[in-house]
């Protein structure tokens, strides 16, 4: 432990026993560690956008916001005495060296007195900026309440129509190859070919991307083509403005949010 602490890196586990968690107002359990960067007043606007209807599906999960946290594939040098278990570690400061052994975010599973919690410790110092930091707290987010809940019938509905009408585009990767997948080419007794399997992955995708755009639209003003990537095509402004204004009826913003769609800036 002692080479850890020296090297600027200490156990994940001990951050948590550290650090006193904070409750949101919305639910959100969280807490931040060591030379974040980040301003308190930013951070708690950036928690506090997550609406109360979704906070209330994660009481199971904590977010660490921490300089950098370590990837699995850290050079032994950097691991306690015991590199085979290979903990999640955390710097305490950021250096160069160990922001190219870090990663986005890790998941940590702590055993508490009221039982297990799913603690994401997200690097703040390795993401470029607000926007860059809360989009990935709002990924985190949406797939978190993909998984505890679901996806709501009425998106469903709604994504799977775009998708047989062939809208352009995608959200993101995932989505862009599971619909692609859903709707290979070839048809069965005239009709339209699906692979369900895929079909369920391109919904949860498209869902919790909804989800977290949404929730970015809340905590950040940015322009959609910001979100642009190379490998597949941003999806088409309207049906992605569909898409964000179901789930704004269905998890509306709390108390000093508000949600907007702008097809142009204003001067």
């Known amino acids: 432990m002692a080479k850890s602490v020296q090297s600027g890196l200490i156990h994940a586990t001990q951050v948590a026993r ?8 919305n639910g959100i359990s969280f807490a931040a560690f060591g030379e974040t960067a980040l301003a308190a007043s930013d951070l708690d606007r950036m928690v506090q956008a997550v609406p109360v209807a979704i906070a ?9 916001f921490v300089p950098l946290a370590m990837s699995e594939g850290r050079p032994e040098s950097a691991l306690p005495e015991n590199p085979t278990s290979e903990p999640t570690m955390v710097a305490t400061a950021y250096t160069p060296e160990l922001a190219d052994q870090a990663i986005c975010h890790r998941n940590v599973t702590l055993d508490g007195l009221e039982g297990t919690i799913d603690a994401v410790f997200i690097s703040t110092r390795l993401l470029s900026d ?32 775009q998708a ?4 352009r585009g995608e959200t993101s990767q995932d989505a862009f190859e599971s619909r692609n997948l859903a709707l290979a080419p070839g048809k ?9 399997k895929a079909k369920s992955s391109f919904i949860e995708s498209a869902f919790s991307d909804a989800l977290a755009i949404y ?30 204004r179901l789930v704004a009826r269905l998890f509306p913003p709390n108390p ?12």
């Open 18 to 25: 550290e650090v006193v968690l904070r409750k949101a107002p």
């Open 56 to 64: 209330a599906a994660l009481a199971r999960k904590a977010y660490y």
């Open 130 to 161: 607000r926007f860059a930091l809360a989009f990935e707290f709002f990924i985190n987010i949406g797939h978190a309440f993909v998984d505890t809940v679901g996806v709501p019938a009425s998106f469903t509905e709604l994504v799977w129509t």
């Open 164 to 167: 047989l009408n062939d809208v």
């Open 188 to 196: 069965i007794d005239g009709k339209q070919r699906i692979d369900e």
């Open 215 to 244: 929730q970015l639209s809340l905590a950040v003003d940015f322009d959609y083509s910001e979100l642009r990537e190379r490998e597949y095509p941003l999806l088409a402004p309207q049906p992605l403005a569909e898409r964000l």
């Open 256 to 267: 000093d949010y508000d949600f907007a769609i702008r097809y142009r800036r204003r001067a």
